[in-house]
């Protein structure tokens, strides 16, 4: 089933930048994905590939003039009479997946995306970027996918190619005017390991995109057997935060947290393992 998490609950408690929120973050996907076997059998036929899906909203000037260079977003809603209001660092945000380490499973990444929905004022530039990825890509796709998955025994490598083209055909690609890039990175929290993806975007990136960014995490789910599993804590199968970066009036530099503080958005998730429920294909990305 696809569930939604979100912070604040209240739409109205999104911007008071007096109590530490400047916007707000929301994560989605699925609570019960199938995992493969134990024995680490992987998915058949390209099924059990699911996407984690974030978005992050911030305080945007009211403008009709597009953005221009590195100029810096102004954000926050000042007062009559304030001149200078806060405005976006470079980079401006960092976005944070974690999937918890301490169970009976394994989440397994195979592609991150930020969302692109055309054209985007430099269209051309992202355009011709997009289709370097394709043609880097192609010789996988298709037909040539499924070669490749038969001569290996793994027929589901053509479809998680197909699946990944897709994802990347539609993704911002990093480019001086879009930049952004993924880490590999992890967490203890409360006594429990965390593995994650961060996700840092740059200021022109959301110069491009505006006020609403979305981004994705391609994965699917391995079985796996871990001492201590039984007590693992499934409401925290996946944490979710952002952190927008802000030049403070005077130039001094400010995080602002979504959740804020050492809080984090979280999903419950209880991964089922393979046999016990249905695969359900990804075609519908």
Aim: net charge negative; aromatic share 8%; glycine share 10%.
């Amino acid at each position: 089933m696809l569930k939604l998490a979100q912070f604040p609950e209240q739409v109205e408690d999104a911007y008071r930048r007096e109590e530490g929120r400047a916007g707000w973050l929301e994560v989605y996907g699925e609570t019960e994905p199938a995992v493969s076997s134990v024995a680490g059998t992987p998915p058949a036929k390209g099924a059990g590939l699911y996407e984690y899906v974030w978005s992050l909203g911030y305080s945007a000037p009211l403008s009709s003039d597009p953005p221009r260079g590195r100029s810096l977003l102004r954000v926050g809603h000042a007062q009559e009479g304030q001149q200078d209001s806060d405005r976006l660092a470079d980079p401006a945000a960092h976005v944070y997946l974690y999937f918890a380490a301490d169970s009976n499973w394994r989440a397994s990444e195979v592609l991150a995306t930020v969302k692109h929905l055309a054209p985007v004022q430099d269209e051309r530039t992202w355009g011709e970027e997009l289709a370097k990825d394709f043609t880097a890509i192609q010789p996988v796709i298709g037909a040539a996918g499924q070669i490749a998955g038969d001569a290996t025994g793994m027929p589901e490598l053509g479809s998680i190619a197909a699946t990944v083209s897709r994802l990347k055909l539609t993704s911002v690609p990093p480019t001086q005017s879009s930049e952004w890039f993924v880490r590999k990175i992890d967490m203890v929290r409360n006594g429990h390991m965390f593995y994650g993806i961060e996700w840092q975007l740059s200021l022109n990136l959301l110069n491009q995109l505006g006020s609403r960014v979305t981004g994705g995490l391609l994965m699917y789910f391995v079985g796996v057997n871990t001492e201590g599993a039984e007590h693992a804590d499934t409401s925290q199968g996946l944490l979710a935060k952002t952190v927008l970066h802000y030049i403070e009036p005077g130039g001094n530099t400010e995080d602002t947290s979504i959740p804020a503080d050492d809080d984090f958005l979280s999903l419950s998730l209880s991964p089922v393992t393979a046999g016990l429920l249905c695969w359900a294909s990804f075609d519908g990305v």
